[in-house]
C-alpha cells in the first residue's frame, strides 16, 4: 500500500520559515511527480506546489511564488517544501500528494493525484 508520511508543521510567528518533510513508501518514488496542497479552516483544499519525477521541473501557485520552494531527494523517497516568511493566512492543514500517472508532470487539478497524505498542521500566529 502506498504511504505518504507528512511531517514538519508546527506553531511558528509570523515571517518565520518551515521545512515540511513527506515521506514515500511502497512505490517507485523516483518515477512519480508530486504535489503538496493545503487546506485552512472553512476553505477548500488549495494548490501549492508541485514537481515532477527528476527534481527539474516545478510549478508553483502565483500567490506562493518566491516564499515557497519544493524539492525532493529520490533516494531518501522524500519531498520538502520550503516555506519562508510565512503570514497568518499561510495557517493550514499541509497535505503531500502523489501525481497519478508515472513520468508525466501534474499541476494544480486536484485528480492529478491519486494518493495522499494525512496532512500536517502548520499554524501562523504571534
Known amino acids: 500500500q502506498v504511504q505518504l508520511v507528512e511531517s514538519g508543521g508546527g506553531l511558528v510567528q509570523p515571517g518565520g520559515s518551515l521545512r515540511l518533510s513527506c515521506v514515500a513508501s511502497?512505490?517507485?518514488?523516483?518515477?512519480?511527480?508530486m504535489g503538496w496542497f493545503r487546506r485552512a479552516p472553512g476553505k477548500e483544499r488549495e494548490f501549492v506546489a508541485s514537481i515532477d519525477w527528476r527534481d527539474s521541473s516545478t510549478n508553483y501557485a502565483d500567490s506562493l511564488k518566491g516564499r515557497f520552494t519544493i524539492s525532493r531527494d529520490n533516494g531518501k523517497s522524500t519531498m520538502y517544501l520550503q516555506m519562508n516568511n510565512l503570514r497568518p493566512e499561510d495557517t493550514a492543514a499541509y497535505y503531500c500528494?502523489?501525481?497519478?500517472?508515472?513520468?508525466?508532470?501534474?499541476?494544480?487539478?486536484?485528480?492529478?493525484?491519486?494518493?495522499w497524505g494525512q496532512g500536517t498542521q502548520v499554524t501562523v500566529s504571534s
Open positions: 511502497n512505490y517507485a518514488f523516483s518515477i512519480y511527480p
Open positions: 500528494a502523489r501525481g497519478n500517472r508515472r513520468f508525466t508532470p501534474v499541476g494544480p487539478a486536484v485528480n492529478e493525484y491519486d494518493y
